[in-house]
Each structure stands twice: as C-alpha cells, then as structure tokens.
C-alpha cells in the first residue's frame, strides 16, 4: 500500500478485511487538500487488492470528522472561488468533480464499505458516509448537513445519495436546516443501520460485520452490490432482467456446493 498523509490502513488478510482510518485526529478529521488528493487512489488500493473484501471507514481521535478543511480550501483556491471570469468558473466546476472522484469510487466499487461514525458527521463526513455501504454509529454520534449554513448547495454526493437512504424528507429536512441531528434520529431515519454504546463497541461490530460479510461468496456480495446500485434507477422488471442475466452469465457452481457444505456443517455443530 502507498503512504498517505490523511489515512491510516489497517489490513487483515485472514479476514479478507481492512480498516481506513481518517487521520488527522489534531483537526477533528477535517479533510484538507491531501484527503481529496489521496481518496481516489486509497479506493483504488484496496479495490485491486485481493486480501480485501470488506473495508470499515473510521476516524482516528475524538471525531469522525467535521467535513471539509473550509479555512485551507479558501486559501488554497481563492482564485477559483472568486473569480468572475469563464475560466475562474470552469475551473471551480473541474475542482469539484475532481473532489467528487474518491466518493464516486467508493459507491461504484466492488468491496462493501461500511462507515463506523463517533461523535461529528458533519458535511463532508456525510458525505462520505453516504458512499458506503452500511452505516454504523455511536449513541454520541452527531450528524449535519451544514453547507446551507455557510451559503453553500451541498456538492459533494449527501443530497444525491441520502434520498435513496433515508427519502426525500427526511434529505430535504437535513438539507435545508442544516442543523444537528442526533444519532436516534439518524437511526430512525434509517441513516444508520445500528447504535452502539461506545467507540470500542461500534469497532468491535463493526469488524464483526465486515468479517460476516467477507466469508459469504465474494461474487454474490458484489453481484448484490451491483443489483441493488442498478435497482436506484430502473423498474423493478428491468431490475429482474437484469439479475437473470446478471446469474445466468456469473452463477458459479463450485461456490454453491462450497456455500452450503458450510451450511450442514454449521448446523451439524449446532446439533
């Protein structure tokens, strides 16, 4: 793996699983230039690594994060931001889809992504984690959507992705007010799947998932993966077209017999 000033990874190859770290604990995780740098080729790591099935998406110190380094990026694209000519503005289009890659690659990738949040989720950790898969929290977690707050259309993916989560509601309702939403709420919108009491319970579980979802077939987690990421724009018959082509080109014999060898051996335990 390459080195990285923003991330830390954690690999465990008996489990087929790696940790990412956000690691910039003295800033609360804010993402300057490095993290939006970095992200795209940190996916592409690990998505071409084959000891890596299921990564957990954390952040080192008190917070998750608290979103974009705002002070940094003013300074470091202040042209850009203020500029009133056709190229200030094409440019600032070309800086935001750059910045939009790592996420896109997370949520188009073959590995399963779950986020594990403490403390701030604020903007741009919403946004990140919206690009994972599953979303686990704990019971002091905090989630916003602040970029109306400082005169801003959120660009980064949370009102692209969050009303396939968690509707358009509960998205606009985010949105709008930009205000704190607790993490019961964030559950009962189904923003998180589950809560945990502390931070070593929420790791604790979640590499417990990321190794259940690791030792089921690898070709049926990404073929699901891309099912239900194909099912977010089409019908419900197209969707059905699609996974019957989808197991008539990829269904694997082999990995069956091997899937539910495991089965009767688990029961027989349990017996």
């Given at each position: 793996m390459g080195v990285y000033p923003f991330f830390e990874i954690e690999k465990n190859p008996q489990s087929k699983t790696a940790v990412l770290y956000l690691n910039r604990p003295e800033k609360l995780n804010a993402m300057n230039w490095p993290f939006w740098q970095d992200l795209p080729r940190v996916i592409d790591e690990l998505e071409a690594d084959p000891e890596v099935r299921v990564v957990v998406l954390a952040g080192r110190g008190k917070s998750f994060?608290?979103?974009?380094?705002?002070?940094?990026?003013?300074?470091?694209?202040?042209?850009?931001?203020?500029?009133a000519t056709a190229d200030a503005r094409e440019e600032l289009y070309r800086l935001i889809l750059r910045m939009q890659e790592g996420f896109d690659r997370m949520s188009a990738g073959d590995n399963i992504y779950i986020a594990a949040i403490h403390r701030h989720c604020i903007g741009a950790g919403l946004d990140i984690s919206a690009a994972c898969d599953l979303r686990l929290a704990c019971r002091d977690a905090i989630f916003s959507l602040r970029e109306t707050k400082i005169a801003i259309v959120a660009d980064m993916g949370s009102l692209n992705r969050l009303p396939r989560i968690i509707g358009q509601g509960n998205t606009r309702m985010l949105a709008f007010t930009g205000r704190d939403f607790a993490a019961e709420e964030a559950l009962r919108m189904g923003l998180v799947n589950e809560l945990y009491d502390?931070?070593?319970?929420?790791?604790?579980?979640?590499?417990?998932?990321?190794?259940?979802?690791?030792?089921?077939?690898?070709?049926?987690?990404?073929?699901?993966?891309?099912?239900?990421?194909?099912?977010?724009?089409?019908?419900?018959?197209?969707?059905?077209?699609?996974?019957?082509?989808?197991?008539?080109?990829?269904?694997?014999?082999?990995?069956?017999?091997?899937?539910?060898?495991?089965?009767?051996?688990?029961?027989?335990?349990?017996?």
């Open positions: 994060s608290v979103g974009i380094d705002v002070f940094e990026f003013f300074m470091n694209h202040r042209d850009a931001l203020t500029g502390n931070r070593e319970a929420l790791m604790a579980g979640a590499l417990a998932l990321a190794a259940e979802i690791s030792e089921n077939a690898s070709p049926a987690v990404r073929g699901s993966k891309r099912i239900l990421a194909y099912m977010e724009d089409h019908s419900v018959q197209d969707g059905l077209r699609y996974v019957a082509a989808w197991n008539s080109a990829f269904l694997n014999t082999r990995e069956i017999q091997e899937a539910l060898q495991k089965a009767m051996e688990k029961k027989a335990k349990k017996i």
